[in-house]
């Protein structure tokens, strides 16, 4: 699907309801607060006659409503938080590193001040609509945080949350299986692994046991187990809580876990559009030429598919590379037992920590030999412009490619 923007903007939108005395829940005007005011954020700040007030912004409103109101009046105590700690977090930043003077007898801000409040202000209510909008359309229990303390980079403007893949016209990534395994203990009988010539993935503490290169068989949708099944662990999606989250080194965004992650543990799936590799090698020149990784080559049987998480995906698609990663890339069949079309998976290579950053090797390609041709480590095998790797591993090849 094709998303249009809208040509109006928020603040015309809002003021053209309030108007027309029309609810918007969507644009911030539900029923409670058509006639009511609440704040949304603060904007600035000024001393008059010996009295502290603020400018704020009312949910809402347009910002041609905004009003100057006394502190004592303000019973919003996490938004005067977040106002101190923006202010303070400027001066720090302009003095780079230098003490910081307090002064307490400020009379009114610099408007440089106040005009990176507001934008503080803006981001941090995009940045929950968007968590709260990737939680939404998430198949699975564990929760999407977003955090920037970096920079003033909002959501994505073109990036939209899928959950498997998006087959471009005329790929089919279901091929119609209409059998199952007739198990009552998976592990124990011959089941969908063994059928198709392999062992079975995971033991019996559904962590995997084979080694990069083997494929993973899973239960499908007519097999007669049910979801506790051993052998269902991909297609429950992502068991942990992960946070998008703004690098502080150039690398844009990136993931970590908020919880800890065992070894060999399965983590996400990484799914985008698939497409053909002709396809992919148009798409990749012009990715190159803004220097995004975002093509991943479905080469476990042959080079017909790449799939493309650039503007569909989940968070995978912010994932960063490192030539020391902590996840490794598995091939899986599920519901699709074509050769041509795995299903991406990557799981954990040894124990990660809470709080630490999830990366995976661009050149792993789902098997041992990590050795590529391609340029950006993910596009299809053709020389392009070297793309520099600042993933600061002890073992960094200096480049993605």
Known sequence: AWYVPCLASLETLQELCRKENLRCKSIGIPKRNLKRYEVEYLCDYKVEKGTEYYLVKWKGWPESSNTWEPQKNLKC?????????DKNEYLSRMTEGKPLKVRN???ALQPAIADYI????????????????LNRKKNHKAMILVENTVDLEGPPLDFYYINEYKPAPGINVINGITTGCECTDCPAEKCCPKEAGFILAYNKRK?????P?????????FCRCGPDCPNRIVQKGTPYSLCIFRTNNGRGWGVKTLQEIKTNSFVMEYVGEVITSEEAERRGQFYDNQGNTYLFDLDYDSDEFTVDA??????????NH???PNLQVFNVFIDNLDLRLPRIALFSTRTIKAGEELTFDYQMKGSIDLTSDSADGLSPSKKRIRTVCKCGALCCRGYLN
């Open 77 to 85: 105590p996490l938004l005067l938080q977040n106002f101190l700690r």
């Open 105 to 107: 007898h400020i009379k």
């Open 310 to 319: 650039a503007r569909y995906g989940n968070v995978s698609h912010f994932v």
């Open 322 to 324: 490192s030539c020391d």
């Open 207 to 211: 962590k995997l046991k084979i080694q």
């Open 213 to 221: 290169g083997l494929p993973i068989y899973e239960c499908n949708s």
């Open 118 to 133: 507001v934008k503080k202000a803006k981001q941090r209510i995009a940045l929950q609509r968007w968590k709260e909008e």
